[in-house]
């Protein structure tokens, strides 16, 4: 309610229908006076915060310490007191995956430690030898200068990266770590390696342009007419031979020496290839793996109705439960998933900056406790014995492992698919 003057005529101004209180009984919109100052605006936005905020936290309250309870009191029909499950469900998810692809992976691929600043350290190690090795490989005076302005812009983040790495050395100069030998033995292991089914799909694509420039070539103008087919006018594909070089220098080249959107396709395409090959295959599981991280949403969105249809098959003795009441009590329990996982990730930062043991103990404590709540809310929002209970929770648990792992498995290949 808020604290203006209630209006003096008993006509709503929102549906017009006859007011007999404060508040309209058709619409329930309140009667007050239109009219507010700034001093009143402010106030009743601070009132519907902290009105929003209530209800939110004494939702939350019930959520996490008495399971199946909130079910149980929207089934009942008291539903005025806390959030709406599907507001609370989209509120609660939007938040944890705010967090999580926002500090929580950020934190980790940006902190990675030593081990992660050494290995970028080594990579770009290798990317200045590759481009070095370029250089002396053309007469070519525009792209020589292209190489030269991305040898210069190496050696500025390899300096950097040295300097980081030297820092985290100071910091961590009780592990009996040889930074310096770690990464040569890195950067050794880097050393360009052709896999030859690569190497045969190269000759193939090359003799092809070779004699399309050959019959160009005696014509007089192959140079000028087949840019845009073969890529004359820039080197072949084993020039650049890493794709983070062949974009980088693309970059650096004017605009009429830069490859076609085709061809830039192309070749970027076959390098990649070139570089799963070269690295076992783990570049490119680790590239697909970032993309399902991003569907798994999803994959949580689509599973939430799955798992609603097992509670029905579970308990489809008990008919006074409808699917609905077994999709509002899914929603819960995803509701407070989300709550402690986001509250074991805080606590699995915070023991990674510090070390300390007890953040260990919550940690395992909040495993342990999304374990025992599933369990926890069906006995108590189906009020059946303990042992039919832990019966049908380890069914729901293998069943919804299998449902997980098939639907992981799907979303896997649609990544892959798009890759």
Request: hydrophobic share 40%; net charge positive.
């Amino acid at each position: 309610m808020s604290h203006l003057k209630e209006r003096k005529e008993k006509n709503c101004l929102n549906c017009n229908a006859e007011v007999a209180g404060r508040y309209c009984q058709v619409c329930g919109q309140e009667n007050i006076e239109t009219k507010e100052s700034f001093r009143h605006l402010v106030i009743h936005f601070f009132n519907d915060i902290t009105h929003y905020d209530g209800k939110f936290l004494n939702t939350v309250k019930y959520l996490l310490l008495r399971p199946g309870f909130l079910t149980a009191e929207y089934t009942r029909g008291r539903r005025f007191t806390y959030l709406h499950p599907i507001r609370m469900y989209v509120f609660t998810s939007a938040f944890f995956f705010l967090i999580f692809f926002s500090f929580i992976k950020k934190h980790e691929v940006d902190n990675a430690g030593p081990d992660g600043l050494k290995k970028e350290l080594a990579k770009k190690k290798d990317e200045l030898e590759k481009l070095q090795h370029m250089s002396g490989r053309t007469s070519d005076s525009v792209m020589l200068k292209a190489i030269r302005a991305n040898i210069i812009n190496r050696k500025k983040e390899i300096a950097d990266l040295s300097a980081r790495v030297e820092e985290q050395n100071n910091e961590h100069k009780n592990d009996g770590l040889d930074e310096r030998l770690v990464i040569d033995s890195v950067t050794r292991n880097n050393i360009n390696l052709h896999a030859p089914s690569f190497e045969q799909a190269l000759d193939s694509a090359q003799t092809v342009i070779n004699s399309t420039l050959e019959r160009e070539q005696r014509k007089g103008d192959a140079r000028k007419e087949i840019i845009d087919i073969s890529g004359s006018n820039s080197p072949d594909i084993e020039f650049y031979e890493d794709e983070a070089i062949y974009r980088a220098i693309q970059k650096e080249l004017p605009p009429e020496r830069r490859d076609g959107v085709l061809e830039a396709a192309l070749k970027q395409r076959l390098l990649r290839w070139h570089d799963q090959q070269e690295e076992g295959d783990l570049k490119a599981f680790h590239t697909l793996l970032e993309k399902f991280e991003h569907s798994f949403p999803t994959i949580l969105f689509v599973s939430l109705p799955i798992f609603a249809f097992l509670l029905k098959l579970l308990y489809i003795r008990r008919r006074k439960f409808y699917y609905a009441d077994h999709g509002i009590f899914a929603i819960h329990s995803y509701c407070a998933m989300f709550i402690l996982m986001l509250l074991y990730y805080m606590a699995d930062g915070l023991d990674k900056k510090w070390n300390w043991w007890g953040l260990d103990i919550l940690k395992t404590s909040v495993v342990l406790y999304m374990i025992y709540y599933i369990y926890k809310a069906m006995k108590n929002y189906y009020a059946q014995g303990r042992f039919k209970t832990i019966l049908k929770y380890i069914f729901l648990a293998w069943m919804t492992l299998i449902i997980m792992t098939t639907l992981i498995v799907i979303f896997f290949i649609i990544s892959a698919a798009k890759n």
